[in-house]
């Protein structure tokens, strides 16, 4: 295959695994009606809840290891697909108690990841050779929000008028496409690492130097803050009286705000400097956060489309940075550290502390608290040296 069709299936396939990711929220409006309106969950308890379905997405580093070992990127895609058609249909057909429901999301949630894993290593390694970490990123992320509008418009309108289990059953011709496309898709993998299982633990063990470890430190510590998300959900809902549809197509507004945000990252990539932009979105993480205590409805829909532009740019700064980061012949594994990392940090981690902490110290000590935690990484960037690492 010509170099130029190999990068133009690289795009392809980063932009289709983000889009069935972006996509695959779709039933997630419902499931929040079904726990606060059917279930009559808490905030705290949903909370709960969604800091453990997002403990699917910690442990990459084994996917990574998994991935960079045994098999091929293309082998592992198509099994995770095959893995949530089952699990969708099933989550359709039957009304499962909460215990199985939970672990069903999970189970979808691990096949995400490990999706992710497999095409970021396609990503990282193609995107370091060619320079093009930045502009794959933000094709991946400009296609995964496409699939949000389309998750905001489509869900929000699902959440008023139809069950969660049949919205799980509208994913299926979704995974369906990605399935049969993957099946015409030829591996583009520039080359395979180590399968000697001793050999590459070894490797890992030389990864563990003082500048990777400082590097996942700041990064943890840069994503972490107690979330209050769920409680604003619950102020849209109850004291705003949005509709699901009208939160939906909120929603799909900043979805496409957020692709400008992305556009310009795409434009200006290969100029920035990484670690001076990221001092400046920890200044605008807790500027951000602290704007919250003053929310009404017209200050909610004026944070979410200025807030989605803004920190679609940030993200893909991060995002960029730990691309960077990754090692050579390690891909998926040293990205999919790094990556799990930042999940544990923002899913599980601020989820759980927010859980906990809601009931004490209530929704504005939470804002405060947030923006404080967001300069606890700041002592770190002036220690990161990308060259060193």
């Not at 003082?210 to 409680?231: A, E």
Request: glycine share 6%.
């Amino acid at each position: 295959m010509k170099l130029k069709n190999k990068l133009i299936c690289v795009y392809i396939v980063s932009a289709l695994c983000y889009f069935i990711q972006g996509i695959s929220g779709l039933p997630s409006l419902s499931l929040f009606k079904y726990f606060k309106e059917v279930l009559m969950y808490t905030p705290e308890q949903i909370m709960m809840l969604n800091s453990v379905v997002g403990l699917a997405w910690i442990p990459k580093i084994i996917w990574g290891f998994a991935i960079d070992s045994w098999l091929s990127r293309k082998q592992w895609i198509l099994i995770s697909i095959v893995l949530d058609l089952l699990i969708v249909l099933c989550l359709g057909i039957f009304t499962l108690p909460i215990i199985l429901l939970i672990t069903m999301l999970f189970m979808s949630s691990t096949n995400s990841a490990v999706r992710d894993v497999a095409v970021d290593g396609e990503m990282v390694c193609t995107g370091k050779l060619f320079n093009i970490t930045g502009s794959l990123q933000s094709l991946q992320w400009i296609s995964i929000t496409c699939a949000t509008i389309l998750t905001g418009v489509a869900g929000g309108w699902m959440a008023d008028n139809l069950s969660y289990k049949t919205c799980f059953l509208l994913l299926m011709p979704f995974y369906i496409v990605m399935m049969t496309t993957m099946f015409f898709y030829k591996d583009t993998t520039i080359e395979r690492t180590k399968t000697n299982i001793k050999e590459l633990l070894m490797g890992y063990k030389r990864l563990l130097t003082k500048p990777f470890l400082i590097v996942c430190l700041f990064l943890f510590l840069y994503k972490f803050s107690p979330s209050f998300g769920t409680l604003l959900s619950y102020i849209e809902r109850d004291k705003f009286n949005w509709s699901f549809k009208f939160i939906g197509m909120l929603s799909s507004i900043s979805s496409i705000v957020s692709i400008f945000g992305a556009m310009l990252y795409w434009k200006f990539c290969k100029k920035l400097d990484i670690k001076k932009f990221l001092f400046y979105s920890i200044v605008i993480g807790a500027v951000v956060s602290l704007s919250y205590l003053y929310y009404t409805p017209v200050s909610a829909i004026i944070y979410l489309i200025l807030y989605s532009f803004i920190g679609m740019f940030i993200h893909l700064i991060v995002m960029d940075f730990m691309a960077r980061t990754s090692v050579s012949g390690y891909e998926a594994s040293t990205f999919a550290i790094l990556c799990g990392i930042s999940n544990l940090a923002t899913g599980t981690a601020s989820s759980f502390s927010g859980a906990l902490l809601a009931p004490i110290i209530g929704l504005q000590g939470l804002i405060v608290l947030s923006a404080f935690t967001s300069f606890l990484c700041l002592p770190l960037l002036s220690k990161i040296n990308l060259d060193k690492v």
